[in-house]
């Protein structure tokens, strides 16, 4: 349902733009065309799993690099693992938060076909992976809260990442953010698959926009693994408990972040403002406690996810 009414909500912005660049702007006719996109954006109510992964993944909902922008003060970027090259599908550096020094670190896309090609379309190598631990323990050292935001479909499954050490890298991380001694906070702004998003997923607090998506892997995925079928990718959706709603009945994630109706694309201002606000809350509660309790609350924070879900695995 809703790959259609986006497409329609479409045709109608190119259409005010076009009549907005004409020599004579016909203002009856954009007011039409407006009160058209209001009511179908008002049908977005209600979404099934499977309308969310299509938001998830739309090309137009914020990336990494529009949340650093809009939330972030002073961003300075930090490249290379020190090992082997630099990945551009991590992204990640030092800013400030409301004057307090964080790390940042995300997985980017790119926001057109040239970038998407460079940064692998946001699946991570060894090397990225590497890169997000290297910064990691340099904000561990120096006591800066990290902040991650979650948007990939997994890391990249290719011959020469499993040569360079994809699953080492990846169980490397988790076994380090397990134990960090500094607030560690998650947010998954898109879709987050499988070990390449829990890399950077060990956090103490776990934050989802509401049209966001987090999973063990892709539901094509699922599906070809369970009926040998990719088409009954829509089927396999309701059968992951992979949306926001779940996965916080579940606990495996604290809080679930609105969105705007039609999906973060629509209003990104609307989204930077509230994931500002619960970035904000959360740090809040985080710096009050020490370094071994940090590390504690984390451990205990994964060892208690709800056994029902656990089953779902």
Aim: proline letters at 4%; aromatic letters at 8%.
């Amino acid at each position: 349902m809703i790959k259609e009414i986006d497409e329609k909500i479409t045709e109608i912005e190119l259409e005010i733009e076009k009549l907005k660049n004409e020599e004579i702007v016909d203002e009856a006719q954009i007011y039409v065309l407006k009160r058209q996109k209001h009511d179908l954006v008002r049908m977005c109510k209600d979404l099934d799993a499977h309308d969310k992964v299509y938001l998830a993944r739309h090309k137009k909902r914020p990336k990494i690099t529009d949340y650093i922008d809009n939330i972030f003060e002073d961003f300075f970027e930090q490249k290379g693992d020190a090992l082997g090259k630099e990945d551009g599908s991590i992204y990640g550096g030092i800013a400030l938060y409301k004057g307090l020094p964080v790390t940042v670190i995300g997985h980017r896309k790119g926001n057109d076909l040239q970038e998407n090609i460079k940064c692998n379309f946001g699946m991570p190598g060894p090397e990225g992976y590497r890169k997000a631990l290297r910064l990691m323990k340099q904000a561990e050292k120096f006591g800066r809260p990290i902040i991650t935001f979650i948007d990939t479909p997994g890391a990249y499954p290719g011959l020469e990442a499993e040569t360079n050490g994809q699953s080492i890298a990846i169980a490397t991380n988790l076994a380090k953010m397990s134990a960090l001694k500094v607030p560690v906070i998650a947010v998954v702004t898109g879709e987050g698959s499988s070990g390449g998003a829990l890399a950077i997923g060990v956090a103490n607090s776990v934050l989802m926009l509401e049209n966001a998506v987090y999973s063990i892997l892709s539901p094509e995925g699922y599906a070809t693994i369970l009926w040998k079928d990719s088409s009954r990718s829509a089927e396999a959706c309701d059968m992951m408990k992979l949306t926001a709603k779940d996965l916080y009945n579940y606990g495996v994630i604290d809080d679930i972040i609105p969105e705007p109706l039609g999906g973060a694309h629509l209003n990104p201002k609307n989204v930077y403002k509230n994931v500002d606000k619960h970035i904000s809350k959360e740090l809040e509660k985080l710096v009050k406690l020490n370094p071994d309790e940090l590390a504690k609350h984390r451990y205990k924070k994964f060892r208690n996810i709800d056994s029902n879900y656990m089953n779902l695995l």
